[in-house]
């Protein structure tokens, strides 16, 4: 199996030195695996599938993922058709993953369900957007979608996968019936572990079966220049999204314990990953310099 490592949420500004045109540059001149760009709305992080679109016509090995996108209020067929151009442009570089919802409960106005029914109009909505990809028309008259003979284009050439996100027992069983791959975040080694046996289980239950190196998740890391101030915010940042795990677990503090915790989730059944930074960085270029000589050497 093939261990890959890219990196996801490094700020860049849109514009000016040191921007994101500069970072996709020196990712696609370093040979780096991946980028992958998260879904936020009202910071300063290029837009999702906008910023995959720039960094793909930019480069010619750089693949670009998104690390989640909000399919839930977002239009089926509209995310199918854009993903289905992106893959046609940048054959076997495009990585789709989706969420359920936004990771700041502040943005989730603006991807607007109906009360109770985010679970059931992202499940259909990943219905609607896979077979858009692999159909060449769809009538569909669900819940909350209808088509009639619909079609998009221009064709994706092969199959395009989908990955999803999540950790919830509902949701891991969710990909084996549904999606192609899993990318966790904030799991440790053993439970990133059972969460593939979940996944495999559902998978084998729905007929299916999900590709060995299609697991993966984030890690953050820690740099060894953060300050105190910095540390303490992200360890709160992780306490936040998992007060039942000790930060530890979870957060690598420094290049060596994330080389070491790489290693456990490979033990684990892993191959992919997507490393951030848990604290600010002084630049993206010392970021990708450490990540270059630290981590790299791990990909397989």
């Not at 980028?35 to 693949?63: E, I, Q, Y």
Request: proline letters at 7%; hydrophobic letters at 45%.
């Amino acid at each position: 199996m093939k261990v890959r490592i890219g990196i996801g949420s490094l700020p860049t500004p849109a514009t000016g030195d040191g921007g994101f045109a500069e970072l996709v540059d020196e990712m696609e001149a370093r040979g780096i695996d991946s980028l992958w760009l998260p879904d936020l709305v009202g910071t300063d992080s290029v837009d999702a599938l906008t910023g995959m679109a720039f960094a793909v016509g930019r480069t010619r090995s750089l693949k670009v993922g998104t690390g989640v996108l909000v399919l839930p209020g977002r239009n089926p067929a509209l995310v199918a058709a854009q993903l289905a151009s992106l893959a046609a442009l940048a054959p076997k570089r495009i990585l789709p993953a989706f969420g359920v919802r936004p990771a700041r409960a502040r943005e989730r106005q603006l991807y607007p369900v109906p009360d109770g029914k985010r679970a059931a109009v992202f499940e259909e909505a990943l219905v609607v957007v896979r077979r858009l990809l692999a159909e060449e028309r769809v009538t569909h008259h669900g819940e909350f979608f209808d088509l009639d003979d619909a079609t998009i284009g221009p064709r994706p050439p092969g199959r395009l996968d989908l990955w999803l996100g999540g950790r919830a027992p509902v949701g891991l069983e969710r990909i084996g019936r549904l999606a192609d791959g899993w990318l966790g975040s904030f799991v440790t080694p053993a439970e990133a572990a059972e969460c593939r046996e979940t996944i495999e289980r559902a998978a084998a239950a729905a007929g299916r079966e999900i590709e060995e190196d299609h697991y993966g998740t984030n890690l953050a890391v820690v740099p060894p220049e953060a300050t105190a101030a910095q540390v303490e915010a992200a360890v709160a940042a992780s306490l936040d999204r998992r007060p039942d795990v000790d930060p530890q677990k979870i957060v690598a503090h420094g290049w060596a314990e994330a080389r070491d915790r790489i290693r456990e989730y490979v033990d684990a059944g892993l191959t992919k990953f997507v490393v951030r930074p848990a604290t600010p960085v002084a630049s993206w270029q010392g970021f990708l310099d450490a990540f270059d000589q630290e981590l790299r050497p791990l990909e397989t």
